[in-house]
């Protein structure tokens, strides 16, 4: 459990025996389930040698107290983020978001030095998103507008962008748009993945773990 301010973030915490450990990766999943249903894979992250930590979000599993707003949510991150990284001062630190978690990614990464940040089904807004679903909502009332857009073109380390072709959820014109707007990101479209699958891709894997690799 990871103290943030009137609540407790449940988290996962992996690791690689101590002396064989590359780093960390602070991994932010997506809106629905909890880390019962979000980790998966775990011999999949045991081979790439780094430690994982999942939290859940305010509310999500075990975690206590309630989301407020989208500035809470972000402090939260950062909390758990400061929880483990000063334990990997002279290792590697990655920075992953998937779905929902990808605005919140990109928004540590604007504000902590990472050596790369991952961004898997991202969208350029969750605005963008409103209204490509709800056209008719005015765009003022959204409480969390997560600008991933804004905040990519300050990141100052490598970006990763993994997306499905056969996404439904969240098209890939988001990444193919969100590719655009930092020379140090780089898209890698997984065919024919969806939404909720794209982890069970070998091209996913292969990718992801090559460019933990080159770290």
Do not use: D
């Given at each position: 459990f990871i103290d943030v301010p009137h609540a407790k973030l449940h988290a996962l915490y992996l690791h690689q025996p101590a002396a064989?450990?590359?780093?960390?990766?602070?991994?932010?999943?997506g809106n629905a389930g909890n880390l019962e249903t979000w980790f998966t894979h775990t011999d999949f992250w045991l081979s790439t040698g780094y430690d994982v930590l999942m939290p859940d979000y305010r509310g999500f599993g075990k975690s206590t107290g309630k989301i407020e707003n989208?500035?809470?949510?972000n402090e939260d991150v950062e909390q758990a983020w400061n929880y483990v990284a000063h334990n990997y001062k002279d290792k590697k630190k990655v920075i992953y978001g998937r779905s929902l978690g990808t605005g919140l990614a990109a928004?540590?990464?604007?504000?902590t030095p990472a050596d790369l940040v991952v961004l898997v089904s991202p969208?350029?807004?969750m605005t963008a998103m409103a209204r490509e679903y709800y056209p008719w909502v005015p765009s003022f009332i959204l409480r969390y507008p997560l600008k991933t857009d804004q905040l990519?073109?300050?990141?100052?380390t490598k970006?990763?962008?993994l997306h499905g072709t056969s996404d439904r959820l969240i098209d890939s014109e988001h990444s193919k748009r969100l590719a655009t707007l930092n020379p140090?990101?780089?898209?890698?479209?997984?065919?024919?993945?969806?939404?909720?699958d794209i982890h069970n891709f070998d091209t996913y894997t292969s990718t992801l773990k090559a460019a933990l690799d080159s770290l």
């Open positions: 064989q450990s590359k780093g960390i990766v602070l991994f932010l999943h989208e500035a809470q949510l928004k540590l990464g604007t504000q969208y350029t807004s990519l073109p300050q990141i100052n970006i990763l962008l140090k990101a780089r898209l890698v479209e997984i065919e024919g993945a969806g939404h909720g």
